[in-house]
């Protein structure tokens, strides 16, 4: 069954920016070039919040993991922290000195990253909207950034055409991905961890592995690519684009799945829900839609709840779960598999989850190793300086 439209919300009165589902999914947010941020409830007949206080464009809306919270970013150069109820009350920090495209809180909800036309991407700390650092080595607009599921890197990506890795304990640019072709709307990790996706103005869509640092798909559209969103089981990406569609792809097969035609004029946004059965997308129509996903269930409800292995990847075709190498993903589960023993699939199940905890803790124990190489050779660089300044104290002082 294909993905269907589930609902459609009327009320802004210029281009959605942003949009984003609450942990329950009993909201969802959105932002619009209208300076409001409203919020939608899922029940039917419950009305809409719509939310005042940005003095200009509202460009990002996110809930934060636990729903308490919604975080909005602005053209008027400030975040603000809203609770989503009646009142509707809201906290505002100076947060930059030009527009604010992105806001992202970490998965413990204890941190916030914004990304802004002042070229830097800032951290900060919930709470108390405490600033805690910027990362500046970008040389233009900076339109996204995320924080990785384990919170430890953050993605930004930026009009300078690069998208730039970063580890958020030593502050640094591990990596920048330079991204020729066009600028970089949207970048986002994949649940896993293990890579990046990003949307461009020239009409595609990359996936990075951010452990080896390379290309792993490349998808070629017919128009700018403005948003992007992971499925929660990590199987498909779907897409809003300046051609109006929303697209589905199959990052398994590597190929794209369904086109939907909603939006009048371009997709702006697009995000999944946090289970994964729906996905909402905004448009310059000021529209703000709701889809089923729809996917055959076996495809991803299974995945979700036990990550049990798939079946094996056909060697000759490269798809994203041979990149993977932890075997979490199902491809489609096959009718005559229903019957199989019940003990035998606990069994598999349970050894999938140990698998699965050894895969995560390599991953843990491999980027410990790379933090310690790389204050290792900091410590060796350092001791390098210091011998080196001793040798000419000695020279000027035998001078």
């Known amino acids: 069954e294909d993905p269907s439209l589930e609902r459609h919300f009327k009320g802004h009165r210029d281009a959605v920016t942003s949009v984003d589902f609450s942990l329950n999914k009993k909201q969802l947010a959105s932002g619009s070039m209208d300076s409001c941020l409203m919020i939608w409830s899922m029940r039917p007949q419950m009305r809409a919040y719509r939310f005042v206080g940005h003095k200009d464009a509202v460009m990002c809306v996110q809930f934060s993991p636990s729903g308490h919270l919604v975080a909005?970013?602005?053209?008027?150069?400030?975040?603000?922290?809203?609770?989503?109820?009646?009142?509707?009350?809201?906290?505002?920090?100076?947060?930059?000195?030009?527009?604010?495209?992105?806001?992202?809180?970490?998965?413990?909800?204890?941190?916030?990253?914004?990304?802004?036309?002042?070229?830097?991407?800032?951290?900060?700390?919930?709470?108390?909207?405490?600033?805690?650092?910027?990362l500046s080595q970008h040389i233009n607009w900076v339109r996204c950034a995320r924080f990785s599921p384990d919170g430890r890197l953050i993605v930004s990506a930026s009009d300078d055409k690069t998208v730039k890795l970063w580890d958020k304990t030593s502050r640094e640019c591990i990596h920048s991905f330079c991204e020729h072709g066009g600028f970089v709307n949207h970048v986002d990790f994949h649940p896993s961890g293990t890579c990046i996706a990003a949307a461009g103005t020239d009409n595609t869509v990359k996936v990075w592995d951010v452990r080896m640092n390379r290309l792993l798909q490349h998808y070629q559209g017919n128009a700018v690519v403005n948003s992007l969103s992971f499925h929660p089981s990590g199987n498909y990406l779907v897409t809003a684009s300046n051609d109006s569609t929303l697209k589905i792809l199959d990052l398994l097969e590597g190929r794209l799945l369904y086109t939907l035609h909603?939006?009048?004029?371009?997709?702006?946004?697009?995000a999944f829900s946090r289970a994964g059965d729906l996905f909402a997308s905004g448009g310059s129509d000021e529209q703000v839609m709701v889809w089923k996903t729809n996917f055959d269930a076996a495809d991803y409800g299974d995945v979700l709840k036990t990550q049990k292995s798939g079946t094996s990847v056909d060697g000759t075709h490269r798809t994203l779960q041979s990149e993977m190498d932890c075997g979490v993903h199902l491809k489609k589960t096959k009718p005559q598999d229903s019957g199989r023993n019940h003990a035998q699939q606990e069994e598999e199940i349970s050894l999938a989850n140990t698998l699965e905890h050894i895969m995560g803790q390599l991953d843990v124990l491999t980027q410990t190793v790379s933090i310690l190489e790389q204050r290792l050779t900091l410590t060796e660089d350092k001791l390098k300086e210091c011998l080196e300044n001793q040798q000419k104290i000695i020279q000027n002082k035998t001078n």
């Open 262 to 270: 909603g939006h009048q004029g371009p997709a702006t946004c697009v």
């Open 72 to 134: 909005s970013g602005s053209r008027d150069k400030t975040v603000r922290l809203w609770v989503p109820s009646v009142k509707g009350e809201s906290t505002v920090f100076k947060a930059h000195t030009a527009t604010v495209r992105s806001v992202h809180f970490s998965s413990d909800g204890q941190s916030l990253v914004t990304a802004s036309d002042d070229k830097t991407v800032k951290v900060w700390t919930v709470h108390r909207q405490k600033f805690l650092f910027s």
